[in-house]
């Protein structure tokens, strides 16, 4: 069966300080790997995305994320976060969509990044 | 592009009463997927429609409920005879199915928050 493991569940960090929240999946044929960062009392928002091609995927609010098909991993990494970035951080796997799939997202539990001034 | 709208934000309702949710995906969209977000979990799928036709259901969508979308536009999500178990966020996905964008990524709606006294 396919999962999705977030090994951290709080990340406290101090402002401008780098982050990495860790991602490792499990599956058996390839997916495709997303982060969606979620904001209280809000829906999820797709920060980022691999589907394809270059390793390296970067989000337009400096994230960044590289999958790494050998450790089964999609970490996210920012090298100096702000006060805004605090927020709850979704890693998702999704396989292609056909031969039955629906293309539906199976989610990790989430990391809560607590960013301090 | 609106995005996905979810009626209503919040529903407060003892236990045994039934509930309704709705979903209005964005325009053009013919894909749309049902989660549950409980405090501190990632979102969990629970059913998945293409169009109309509802293609697939998780095991975690008990007999209590039950979801439509009967032309192919809106959709609704029913919990009959509600349980303090099924507390949580409901949210809402949609992405496009047509040729060439059917790995598009899943737009979330905000949810309706339910809260079982």
């Known amino acids: 069966a396919q999962s999705v493991t977030q090994l951290d569940s709080q990340v406290p960090v101090f402002e401008e300080a780098p982050v990495e929240l860790r991602c490792n999946y499990s599956s058996s044929v390839s997916v495709y790997l997303f982060w969606y960062v979620q904001y209280p009392n809000q829906g999820l928002q797709l920060l980022l995305k691999y589907l394809s091609g270059s390793t390296l995927v970067e989000s337009i609010n400096g994230f960044e994320a590289e999958f790494n098909k050998s450790q089964t991993s999609f970490h996210l990494r920012k090298p100096s976060v702000h006060i805004s970035d605090t927020a709850e951080y979704f890693c998702a796997v999704r396989f292609p969509h056909g031969s039955g799939n629906t293309g539906k997202l199976i989610f990790g539990q989430g990391t809560t990044l607590q960013v301090k001034p | 592009d609106t995005g996905v709208s979810q009626d209503p934000r919040h529903k407060i309702t003892k236990r045994g009463q039934n509930v309704t949710f709705r979903c209005d995906p964005i325009?053009?969209?013919?894909?749309l997927y049902w989660y549950r977000q409980t405090l501190g979990q990632g979102p969990e799928f629970l059913t998945y429609f293409q169009n109309e036709a509802q293609l697939e259901k998780s095991r975690l969508l008990s007999d209590r409920f039950s979801a439509e979308r009967p032309k192919g536009s809106f959709s609704t999500l029913e919990i009959q005879r509600t349980e303090q178990g099924d507390s949580a966020m409901y949210l809402c996905?949609?992405?496009?199915?047509?040729?060439?964008?059917?790995?598009?990524?899943?737009?979330f709606g905000n949810g309706t928050r339910l809260t079982v006294t």
């Open positions: 325009s053009e969209h013919n894909r």
């Open positions: 996905a949609s992405s496009p199915g047509r040729a060439g964008r059917r790995n598009s990524p899943l737009h």
